[in-house]
């Protein structure tokens, strides 16, 4: 299947995800999220740390609100985008299937949600693997999903 078809598919997963019931902690088969009483500021601050004692980095922040307000659009919302990373694992993943470079580095999302709780919330690595058929990836994309949730539960404490 064609990474497109992939992407596309991604795309319809979440979308089906989205729309179901979510917990405090959990999510959905397709995502993890946790709820939080921090504000965003915070885990701006904190995320970062519980990243560093799991050996991942961050590899960027985007301020969805501030990238848009460049552009002209006002958004109401605040969510920001941390895009994370273990160069190690990401190097065996790379090796294996150069075409998973199409959802590194793993991204975590922190935002309010409609009733104004803070969320933190990620993509299940062990999901997305089945998505580019290459099975010998699914106990390193298990490693990164307990290391994320880890740090999401870690930042949002």
């Known amino acids: 299947m064609p990474v497109s078809m992939m992407v596309w598919g991604v795309a319809i997963l ?12 959990g999510g959905t088969p397709m995502l993890y999220c946790i709820d ?8 701006r601050e ?5 990243c560093a004692s799991r050996k ?8 969805l609100k501030e990238k848009m307000k460049e552009k002209g659009v006002d958004y109401g ?3 920001l985008i941390f895009e994370v990373c273990n160069p190690q694992k990401a190097k065996q993943t790379l ?8 959802v590194l580095p793993c991204r975590i999302s922190v935002f309010k949600t409609r009733d104004g709780k803070t969320r933190l919330s990620t993509i299940r690595p062990s999901k ?5 058929g290459t099975p010998e990836l699914k106990s390193l994309a298990a490693e990164v999903e307990e290391a994320l949730t880890s740090i999401m539960k870690e930042a949002a404490q």
């Open 128 to 132: 997305l693997i089945d998505l580019f």
């Open 36 to 43: 939080t009483e921090k504000p965003l500021a915070k885990l």
């Open 14 to 25: 979440l979308g089906q995800a989205s729309t179901g019931p979510r917990s405090p902690e």
């Open 56 to 63: 991942f980095g961050v590899v960027s922040v985007i301020d």
């Open 77 to 79: 919302g605040e969510c």
């Open 46 to 50: 904190d995320l970062p740390k519980a």
């Open 95 to 102: 090796e294996a299937n150069p075409e998973i470079s199409t």
